[in-house]
Structure formats: structure tokens, C-alpha cells
């Protein structure tokens, strides 16, 4: 076989190559690993100081809280108990995103509701679910990255650690939207005024009638969307937050007598496959124990502004203004000088 001889220039000029390439692939490798989280916009300023850092914004000083915990409740559109798929990629979105965050010190829960289609950034999973490419696409599209399990999962708690400028979120529990007549029968029906004609749904959604969701009612009364009022998501979430306010009084009322503990693990095992979290049953139980002495607050979801695609999707553009302020309120602390 005939020897190959490289010259110095051209062995020079290979190893220049490799060295190049080495680099594009690190600074590629860098930037899947690295910046999965959203940087801090221009308007909040980060200052370290000795105390760890201060945020300024707006002429005010603030501080992260401390001791906060968070958890995303994640729904998801099927019907049938937890199951992954083989593929990488599949079919279930996310439904109903809500963030909860518990402040231990201050014995306060607040939660953030989440619009489905936030035009945000999402990644794709490669073959060992690790993130790999990104793009600018729904945030309920998250999910479909992946198995279907935990990376699945994760991926959304990506996107929404994103979104909110790389705010921590520590836990997931994620639900099959069937779980909903479950939890309403568990606290003995969830009672709602209709506010919008929804007899299209089921004849007994009156406008202006008090009505005891249970069951597949309650299912309908939270999941519907396209035949209600204006079609939109954003009517279908102040239905979810009304559901999910009158679902906690119906709890309270409920573990009024002293069984919350025995509640809140009824609910779990009536569950069973339809949930999963990286989280313990014991875990999940001792969260919702504190929820339960906590007083809670539900903010409303960050404003923006709806649009159809030219493909015929539905695309909510979150205002950063509003989205600033919502980071500010969950996360962080007035500093009084």
C-alpha cells in the first residue's frame, strides 16, 4: 500500500481544523448544557454583595427569599393512566401548568398559573433524554420531548425554569387530566357559578347557576375550550382557577375535623398510576400538609397577548413587564434601606 506523506503546512492546518472544530463542538456543548435558563433581562440588575446578591429594578433593591420550595403541577391531555412511549418523542402536551411555591418562612403559598401556549423556549431531548437543540415554540410542547416520563417532565420544568429567568423550580408532579373527576369526588364536589353559557358542554352548565362539579362534569367544566365563550386558553385558565379555588375551600371544609392527614393520603392512592413526580408519596404528602396551614394565593397568570399562527395555532406572547413583576412577587424580597 502506497505511504501517504502529509507536508508541516498541511498537518499544521489539520490540526488547526481539529482544534476548531473541538471548539464549535464545546461551545455547542455549552450552550445545551449551559444556558438552559433564561439570563436576567436588562431592567433587573444583579449586584454581588457580601450578603450573596441584590437585584435592582425599578429603583429598588431586592433579595431572593429564602427558604422558598417550589413544585409545578403539570396536567396532561390524555385519558388513559401514566405510560411511556418507546420513541423520543410523543403526543402528550401539557394541559394545565400551575407553579407553587411554598415560603416556610413567612407560612405563605402562592401559585402561578401558567398559559399553555407561552411562546417560549423549549429544548429537544437527544436519545439519553439530555437536551440538545432548542427553538421558540408552546410551552405545553415541552412535554413531547422525550418517553413521556420523567425527562418528559423535566423538559418542561426546563422551559419554565426559562422562562421565568432561571428561577429554581425543585419539584414536578404531573397528572393525566383524568384525575380531575377523582380529586372532585374526593373533597365531595367542587361548587361554581357559571359565568359563560356552557350548555353546549353538558346541559347542565347553566349561565348564572351555582352547580356541584363531580365526576366527568368536573372534567368537562375545566378541559372544555374551542365550543366555549371566546375559544380561547385564556378563558379556559379562569375557569381552572376558579375550579382550583373553590376546589381548596372544598378541601379546607373538608379536613375541617382534623383528617387532612388521611385525606391528603386517600387522594394520593386513589391516584395511583395517573400521577408522577420525583418526589415521594411521603414527600408529596408532607408538601400538602403544609399547603394546608399555609394561607394560599393564587396570582393571576402574566398578561400578554393571544395570537392564531399563520399554521392555525394558538401562540400567547407573555408581556416582560408583567412577567418581571410576577418573578419579583414569587421569588424575591423588598430590600427596606
Known sequence: ????????????????????????????????????????????????????????????????????????????????????????????????????VLD?????????????????????LDVNGEPSTSRIEQLCLAHTYGSGG?????????????????????????LSMDAVPLLADLVGGVPVT?????????????????VTLEGELALSYVRARQIVSDGTNQSRMARQEQFLQASWEAWKKKTANGDAVELGADALVSLGERLRSDCTVQKLSRFLERIEQCELTVLPAPAGEAKISEENIAEFYVDDDALEQTVLKLFYREEIS
Not at 194 to 210: N, S
Request: proline share 2%; charged share 25%; net charge negative.
Open 1 to 100: 500500500m502506497a505511504s501517504v506523506k502529509i507536508g508541516k503546512r498541511s498537518l499544521r492546518a489539520a490540526v488547526v481544523c481539529l482544534l476548531l472544530l473541538g471548539l464549535f463542538a464545546l461551545i455547542l456543548f455549552g450552550v445545551s448544557r449551559f444556558q438552559h435558563r433564561q439570563v436576567v433581562p436588562e431592567q433587573m440588575q444583579i449586584v454581588p454583595d457580601e450578603a450573596g446578591q441584590k437585584l435592582y429594578y425599578g429603583g429598588k433593591a431586592y433579595r431572593l427569599k429564602s427558604n422558598l420550595e417550589s413544585i409545578l403541577l403539570i396536567g396532561l391531555d390524555k385519558d388513559s393512566s401514566y405510560e411511556a412511549f418507546a420513541e423520543y418523542l410523543n403526543k402528550e402536551q401539557n394541559d394545565f401548568l400551575l407553579l407553587v
Open 104 to 124: 416556610k418562612q413567612e407560612n405563605t403559598c402562592t401559585a402561578l398559573p401558567l398559559n399553555r401556549d407561552t411562546m417560549t423556549r423549549v429544548w429537544q
Open 150 to 174: 420523567d425527562e418528559s417532565c423535566e423538559n418542561t420544568v426546563r422551559a419554565v425554569e426559562n422562562l421565568l429567568f432561571g428561577q429554581t423550580v425543585d419539584h414536578y408532579a404531573a
Open 194 to 210: 357559571i359565568d359563560t353559557d356552557m350548555t353546549a358542554v353538558d346541559p347542565r352548565l347553566i349561565e348564572g347557576e351555582t
